[in-house]
């Protein structure tokens, strides 16, 4: 049966419209490739970017350890050159004097350290003489702790370290370059000497202290 011209044009343009679909389906596919592609690249840039960014994260970080360890050394130096100064300050006006608590001593011992079994201290100044014995503690800033550790550790842990000074009186002594009035009241009901810095010289307030 002939093909009339409505019924050719009609087969051309769905043969044209098949074709120009193949096409579309050819670059949507084209494109759909390309956009994946495109998200590896940006999942890979991603990847290196966090991989970076972790890298630079961890070197700031051993750095900041780095600086903040620096740091603790400078003020754990400035702290121990502060006490080195305030021990040596007080240390020199006792032995200047040799007296404390209205005690004439002997002999001076600066930074005794003593250690019997898993016991171990250190006492800063130790005056004595044949019937007495001051502990004096020196602080670059007392606190209550301070005095209250000078009859609750530094004295029996002495007693404990030297026995042949059993029979002596023992007086107890805190230095430092400041005090505040909680510290001051602690020291004087307990007995304790208090010696702080007034100009360049050594103010001794002892009136209260008592033998242990």
């Not at 754990?76 to 004097?97: P, Q, Y």
């Not at 909680?182 to 001794?204: C, S, W």
């Amino acid at each position: 049966m002939p093909t009339t011209r409505d019924e050719a044009m009609t087969f051309e343009k769905v043969w044209a419209m098949f074709q120009d679909i193949g096409r579309k389906q050819e670059e949507t596919y084209r494109q759909m490739k390309e956009t994946d592609r495109q998200m590896k690249e940006t999942e890979r840039i991603l990847k290196e970017s966090g991989k970076e960014t972790d890298r630079i994260l961890q070197k700031l970080g051993k750095e900041t350890d780095r600086l903040i360890e620096e740091n603790w050394q400078l003020i754990g130096g400035m702290a121990n050159s502060d006490g080195d100064a305030a021990e040596e300050h007080f240390a020199s006006s006792l032995e200047s004097k040799m007296m404390f608590a209205g005690q004439h001593y002997d002999a001076i011992i600066r930074n005794l350290n003593k250690k019997t079994g898993n016991l171990r201290d250190e006492f800063d100044i130790v005056l004595y003489n044949c019937t007495s014995v001051a502990i004096v503690e020196i602080k670059n800033k007392a606190n209550q702790e301070d005095v209250t550790k000078l009859v609750t550790q530094k004295l029996p842990n002495f007693r404990t370290f030297f026995p042949e000074y059993k029979d002596h009186a023992i007086y107890l002594g805190i230095g430092s370059m400041s005090f505040d009035s909680r510290v001051v009241t602690t020291a004087q009901e307990l007995g304790i000497g208090i010696l702080r810095q007034k100009g360049d010289t050594i103010e001794a307030d002892t009136g209260f202290v008592r033998a242990y």
